[in-house]
């Protein structure tokens, strides 16, 4: 999926007004990395230490637009119909008692999230089902009065889409996609999760990078042709992003409206995921946006609706080009999120009182049950004792060292983390690079010798504490480790 680079003032783009760009999205919410396409080729790409171009993350709901795009290819081989009833393709999965409002639901409901839902059944409330995923979604009571008159977002809708989309084509949306997109756009294989039955998620789980994410938003921009092929039907591609449906209290974003399970407004439609994951497609302007994010806000596609349009329409100086280009270029190289404060003393209270000792956790977040911390080097090293498995880690000083800390698990493989030390405390940054999470931990020892820690992550899913942050504490077992023999310089 290799693209041509060029820079933006070769397109009469104002490099300024991009640098502004990449300076307010920093400032606003929690980026971690970025691709931008003008008239099919690159002009901008970079991404925050210690999120990576190539290591994909979750995409939350972002996903769905390969949903969308599935049941685009369902519609046009004529195996759905928009009006169809939902019931027809999913009768042998009704709990025994149900709602009868099911009996209103057609397919387009589900798409525009007009099927009534009472609340959100989005990934947490199925990650917490062993089975049957299908069936205790139709449980679920409907507001038969707003069935096809009011926007109620539910993933659940998407997971019901895939399931269909997969009865009617005979392979799921993942297949489709790797067979019809995915492969001749060269992204390569592509994760996707499933339900425990092994079905797509539909709703979430999808993995990309921001690069491939600019792509599929080029597609659609291209009217699903890709170097000669028609890859996703031009009329489907032209239907996904019409407004159908007022999202409630979005009046005054830029994505204003439902479409066919992605976001839109009058300048722009976008596919958004939680957290800040963002597919932007420009209306006026032949400009495709990837954004992979941890931000708890949904500020970025308005933020760089603002700047784009300024690129474009405010000509940098002719004198002030090459300078304006090479700040860009300069700010790209530089991206990084905030690494802990502090320094590396090998002598102070804090380091004497947590290294080379096995430290037993009370519960938490992360369920980090025990540690041994060690010093290697300029490196801090990790032995842990994670839900049962033992894990080794490296962490950087004041720099990100990645771990390839689960080989097998494309949903948590990478961890970066960096650390420093106060004459109190040792602090250690985490980032999991194939999610949206980022993770700050404080660990000290009080006058009674426990050891307190405190965990703050940038966004979680978890009911909110005070400031974010929730402490637990950890004990000494000295006994375990002779602290001589094992410390290692």
Known sequence: MAATYVKPGELGLNPEKLTEMLTELEQTVEIHSISVRFDGKVILEGAWEPFSLEKPQMMHSLSKIGTSICLGFALDEG??????????????????EYDPALEDLTIYHLLTMQAGSKECCNNV???????????????????????????????????????????????NCLALMQERVFDKMGFGEINWLTSPEGHNTGGWGMYLTAGKISALAQL??????????????????????????????????????????????KEIFAAE????QYLICFRDYPVAI??????????????????????????C??????EAQEKLEEKLVHLTLPKPEGDKKDTNEATKKLLNKRIVFTENPRQIESAVISTVGEELKLELTVAGEKKILFAGYKDWKCNDMYPNDFTKRYHAVSYAFDEDALYLSVGLLNTSYREEYCLWVNSENVVVGTWRPNVTYLP??????????????????????????
Not at 292 to 303: N, R, V
Not at 317 to 322: A, I, P, S, V
Request: aromatic share 10%; glycine share 6%.
């Open 317 to 322: 100086e002719k004198e002030n080009l090459e």
């Open 125 to 171: 409330w199925f990650s917490k089902l062993t089975k049957d995923w299908e069936t205790n979604w139709l449980k679920q009571p409907k507001i038969r009065e707003d069935i096809g008159k009011a926007f109620h977002y539910d993933s659940g809708c998407s997971y019901t889409l895939s399931r269909i989309v997969t009865k009617v084509m005979g392979k």
């Open 220 to 265: 659609l921009l291209q009217k699903g042709e890709w170097n000669g092929e028609q890859l996703i039907p031009a009329w489907w591609t032209e239907e996904i992003g019409k407004m159908r449906v007022v999202i409630p209290e979005d009046e005054k974003k830029a994505l204003t409206h439902y479409a066919y399970h992605i976001k839109a407004g």
């Open 464 to 489: 909110a504490e005070e400031d974010m942050t929730w402490k637990f504490t950890g004990t000494f077992e000295p006994s375990c480790i002779d602290r001589k023999s094992t410390r290692l310089n």
């Open 290 to 315: 990837g954004i992979t994010a941890g931000a708890s806000e949904y500020l970025a596609a308005d933020i760089c609706l603002k700047y784009i349009k300024e690129a474009v329409q405010i000509p």
């Open 79 to 96: 195996k759905i119909h928009l009006e169809d009833k939902l019931l027809d393709y999913v009768r042998d999965e009704l709990p025994e």
């Open 273 to 276: 995921g939680a957290f800040g």
